[in-house]
T-cell receptor, first 113, second 112 residues
Framework: GENVEQHPSTLSVQEGDSAVIKCTYS??????FPWYKQELGKRPQLIID?????GEKKDQRIAVTLNKTAKHFSLHITETQPEDSAVYFC????????????FGRGTSLIVHP | NAGVTQTPKFRVLKTGQSMTLLCAQD?????MYWYRQDPGMGLRLIHY???????AKGEVPDGYNVSRLKKQNFLLGLESAAPSQTSVYFC???????????FGAGTRLSVL
């Protein structure tokens, strides 16, 4: 089955800095890679996703890049703000059909004012 | 449109007691999931369902049972609760052809 490794487990940055979270996956058939943000005491919510037919996707201050050859994808947050502090989860799955997404263990991002 | 609703939000059980967690979604999604979340362990899949009347085991199914008698509901049962089942439980639903998971607000369960 699929195995997703996520690093780092904790990331501490100063407000305004950039943050990068990396995930690697094992199943070359995976073709859908979502990222979820979970604020303290809240539910995980999708913030951005990417499919394997593109290499990069941006949405304001967040972006995701995908390297299919190396089987890794990354979340980039620029100009971090205190409200970006949360746990971020990556996941990998196959789009369509019967499949189960596999989650990484999460990264706790702390943005210091 | 409420999305995914979990009940109860909090519960304290004694070892050996039983309980059922209810997940309801109003988005007509085919797929539903139960996860548990423990510190440092991320989201671990307990059981899932790809449609009404079907269920399957996930990564950590022992000590739990599930049922999906109606498309909109997915029940998670603990027959004999153990302290190791103290956790936060999340339900999620997903449209079959799309891949975004929508999560419920979670149930915080303590087993003493």
């Amino acid at each position: 089955g699929e195995n997703v490794e996520q690093h780092p487990s904790t990331l501490s940055v100063q407000e305004g800095d950039s943050a990068v979270i990396k995930c690697t996956y094992s199943d070359s058939a995976s073709n859908y890679f979502p990222w979820y943000k979970q604020e303290l005491g809240k539910r995980p919510q999708l913030i951005i996703d990417i499919r394997s037919n593109v290499g990069e996707k941006k949405d304001q201050r967040i972006a995701v890049t995908l390297n299919k050859t190396a089987k890794h994808f990354s979340l980039h947050i620029t100009e971090t703000q205190p409200e970006d502090s949360a746990v971020y989860f990556c996941a990998a799955s196959r789009a369509g059909g019967s499949y189960i997404p596999t989650f990484g263990r999460g990264t706790s991002l702390i943005v210091h004012p | 449109n409420a999305g995914v609703t979990q009940t109860p939000k909090f519960r304290v059980l004694k070892t050996g007691q039983s309980m059922t967690l209810l997940c309801a979604q109003d988005m007509n999604h085919e797929y539903m999931y139960w996860y548990r979340q423990d510190p440092g362990m991320g989201l671990r899949l307990i059981h899932y369902s790809v449609g009404e009347g079907t269920t399957a085991k996930g990564e950590v199914p022992d000590g739990y049972n599930v049922s999906r008698l109606k498309k909109q509901n997915f029940l998670l049962g603990l027959e004999s609760a153990a302290p190791s089942q103290t956790s936060v439980y999340f339900c999620a639903s997903q449209r079959g052809s799309k891949n975004i998971q929508y999560f419920g607000a979670g149930t915080r369960l303590s087993v003493l």
